[in-house]
Nanobody, 121 residues
C-alpha cells in the first residue's frame, strides 16, 4: 500500500512562490494523481491533477499560476505555485489512485496528511 507524505508548505507573502512535493513510499503513484486543498470552514477543492500519461488538469482559480508535475519514476509529485494570493491559503493534500472525474476528491483512494500554505497580504 502506498503512503504519501507532503512537504514544502510555509508562510509566504502575496506574490511569492512555493513548491510542494509529495513523496510516495510502498509503491509508485498510480492512475490519476492530484492536489486538493481545504481552507478552514470550506469544502475540500480540486487544485490540479495529472494523468498516467502526463495530461494535466487545473482549477480555473490556479490556471496560469500553478504547475503540476511528476518525476519519471512516479514516486514524487510536485506543485509549483507562483504569484500566490491570500485566497490560496489552505491545507494542501496530495492524492493518488484517482479514477473517473479527476476533480472529485472522492475518486482518489490514497491521501497524504497535508501541508499548510499560508499567504499573507
Amino acid at each position: 500500500q502506498v503512503k504519501l507524505i507532503e512537504s514544502g508548505g510555509g508562510l509566504v507573502q502575496a506574490g511569492d512562490s512555493l513548491r510542494l512535493s509529495c513523496t510516495a513510499s510502498g509503491r509508485t503513484l498510480s492512475l490519476y494523481t492530484g492536489w486538493f486543498r481545504q481552507a478552514p470552514g470550506k469544502a475540500r477543492e480540486f487544485v490540479a491533477a495529472i494523468s498516467p500519461i502526463g495530461v494535466t488538469y487545473y482549477a480555473d482559480s490556479v490556471k496560469g499560476r500553478f504547475t503540476i508535475s511528476r518525476d519519471n519514476a512516479k514516486t514524487t509529485l510536485y506543485l509549483q505555485m507562483n504569484n500566490l494570493k491570500p485566497e490560496d491559503t489552505a491545507l494542501y493534500y496530495c492524492a493518488t489512485g484517482g479514477r473517473g472525474v479527476v476533480r472529485v476528491w472522492g475518486n482518489y483512494d490514497t491521501w497524504g496528511q497535508g501541508t499548510q500554505v499560508t499567504v499573507s497580504s
